[in-house]
């Protein structure tokens, strides 16, 4: 259960003051455009909270569309999903790696891979890649990298994509801290 109101639409901000209830129709209205009856669903709950302050979450909104559409890293689906069960398993955001589940299998993640997670080391189910980009994920969410790891990934994707991956390594670890901290 969660431990604030979850603002799935845009009658259910507890705050009264029409300024704020101004903040809340314009994050709605921004998120969905054209529609009606507005609701973020079970898959995005995280945001139900954030909306607690809708500023905030129509700007991680716009950052989420900009990682996942407008990088080239955003563009490897199934190296992307990767990215996000190995950041979820790692704060144990349970929440947000059964969310994903659906979009990580559609990437072309199986579900024998996802289960093998965490023990990626000893399972032949991941390919040099797929080793890299979790070895990379796992380091860097404790904000140590070592230098000969950064270089690898630089080596196979350029700076560009290198920064891009960290920036969503990054974020989604933002998800899975307001995840745990909110009681999803």
Same mark, same amino acid.
């Given at each position: 259960?969660?431990?604030?109101?979850?603002?799935?639409?845009?009658?259910?901000?507890?705050?009264?003051?029409? !300024?704020?209830?101004?903040?809340?129709?314009?994050?709605? !209205? !921004?998120?969905?455009?054209?529609?009606? !009856?507005? #609701?973020?669903?079970?898959?995005?709950?995280?945001?139900?909270?954030?909306?607690?302050?809708?500023?905030?979450?129509? #700007? #991680?909104?716009?950052?989420?569309?900009?990682?996942?559409?407008?990088?080239?890293?955003?563009?490897?689906?199934?190296?992307?999903?990767?990215?996000?069960?190995?950041?979820?398993?790692?704060?144990?955001?349970?929440?947000?790696?059964?969310?994903?589940?659906?979009?990580?299998?559609?990437?072309?993640?199986?579900?024998?891979?996802?289960?093998?997670?965490?023990?990626?080391?000893?399972?032949?189910?991941?390919?040099?890649?797929?080793?890299?980009?979790?070895?990379?994920?796992?380091?860097?969410?404790?904000?140590?990298?070592?230098?000969?790891?950064?270089?690898?990934?630089?080596?196979?994707?350029?700076?560009?994509?290198?920064?891009?991956?960290?920036?969503?390594?990054?974020?989604?670890?933002?998800?899975?801290?307001?995840?745990?901290?909110?009681?999803?």
């Amino acid at each position: 259960m969660a431990r604030v109101t979850l603002v799935r639409g845009p009658g259910d901000h507890p705050d009264e003051d029409p !300024a704020a209830r101004q903040e809340v129709a314009d994050l709605f !209205a !921004a998120l969905f455009p054209g529609n009606p !009856a507005p #609701a973020f669903d079970e898959a995005h709950t995280a945001m139900a909270v954030l909306a607690q302050s809708p500023k905030l979450a129509q #700007a #991680a909104a716009r950052m989420s569309a900009a990682i996942i559409l407008e990088t080239a890293w955003g563009q490897r689906a199934t190296l992307r999903e990767l990215v996000f069960q190995t950041v979820g398993r790692h704060f144990g955001d349970a929440f947000s790696t059964a969310a994903r589940q659906k979009q990580a299998e559609a990437a072309g993640l199986s579900a024998a891979q996802l289960a093998a997670l965490g023990d990626w080391r000893g399972s032949d189910l991941f390919d040099a890649e797929q080793r890299l980009v979790i070895e990379y994920a796992e380091a860097a969410v404790t904000g140590r990298v070592p230098e000969a790891l950064f270089a690898r990934l630089v080596a196979r994707y350029g700076e560009r994509e290198a920064v891009e991956c960290t920036a969503a390594i990054g974020f989604w670890s933002f998800w899975a801290m307001v995840a745990g901290a909110t009681g999803l």
